[in-house]
């Protein structure tokens, strides 16, 4: 079966420092790749997406994702956290099936971002 | 708008109570989607529509669960017979359509049946 894992419940890192949010999928073929933000009480927020090319990405609020084709992996990262980083953290694939389901996403089980000051 | 609106915000119903629940895509957003997320947890899928047709609705929970976007803008999830199990964040999304195209989510409706 297709999935994504985010190995992580929660990740807590001080703030200044590096973090890194885990994303690794089991899907066919080349899928597109997705990380959504979501504070409390508020929806997703789009942060960035891998479509084709460069496999390091850039989103907003200065975070970047590295995808990593031989490892079916797609990383969250930046390079010095904030307090106000804290939230949920969901990955999601876009599988591309067949064209009759090519819209369906694949969802991670989200990870707590936990910035310490 | 700029953005997808959903509303009410927050919704308290008694059980048994029928509920509506609204959302207002992009303009020009051709697809549309509704999911249902629980306390900490991912979206579940619910249904998608491409302009008025509604594609898959193989998410939706039971038959009590009834969505319809009758002129392929406006959509609106309708819930019969609220049930405590209904108790979630229903969050409606929105996007061009076609691949690789990004999925634009509401601020969610909060449900809480009682």
């Known amino acids: 079966a297709q999935s994504v894992a985010q190995p992580e419940d929660q990740v807590n890192v001080a703030e200044g420092n590096p973090l890194t949010v885990k994303c690794t999928y089991s899907?066919?073929?080349?899928?597109?790749l997705f990380w959504y933000v979501q504070y409390p009480n508020r929806g997703l927020q789009f942060l960035l997406k891998?479509?084709?090319?460069d496999n390091l990405v850039k989103g907003s609020y200065g975070f970047e994702a590295e995808f990593n084709k031989s490892q079916t992996s797609f990383h969250l990262k930046k390079p010095s956290a904030l307090v106000s980083d804290s939230a949920l953290y969901f990955c999601?694939?876009?599988?591309?099936?067949?064209?009759?389901?090519?819209?369906?996403?694949?969802w991670g089980a989200g990870t707590k971002l936990i910035i310490k000051p | 708008g700029a953005g997808v609106s959903q509303s009410p915000r927050y919704k308290v119903a008694k059980r048994g109570q029928d509920v509506a629940l609204r959302c207002d895509p992009i303009?020009?957003?051709?697809?549309l989607f509704w999911y249902q997320q629980a306390l900490g947890q991912g979206p579940e899928f619910l249904t998608y529509?491409?302009?008025?047709?509604?594609?898959?609705k193989s998410g939706l929970p039971s038959d009590r669960f009834f969505a319809e976007r009758p002129e392929g803008s406006v959509s609106t999830l309708k819930i019969q017979r609220t049930q405590q199990e209904d108790s979630a964040v229903y969050l409606c999304?929105?996007?061009?359509?076609?691949?690789?195209?990004?999925?634009?989510f509401g601020e969610g409706s909060w449900l809480t049946v009682v």
């Open positions: 999304a929105s996007s061009l359509g076609g691949l690789g195209n990004t999925i634009y």
């Open positions: 303009s020009g957003h051709v697809s």
């Open positions: 999601a694939v876009n599988p591309l099936g067949p064209m009759d389901s090519n819209y369906q996403l694949i």
């Open positions: 899907v066919s073929g080349n899928p597109y």
């Open positions: 891998y479509i084709t090319g």
């Open positions: 529509f491409q302009n008025e047709a509604q594609l898959d």
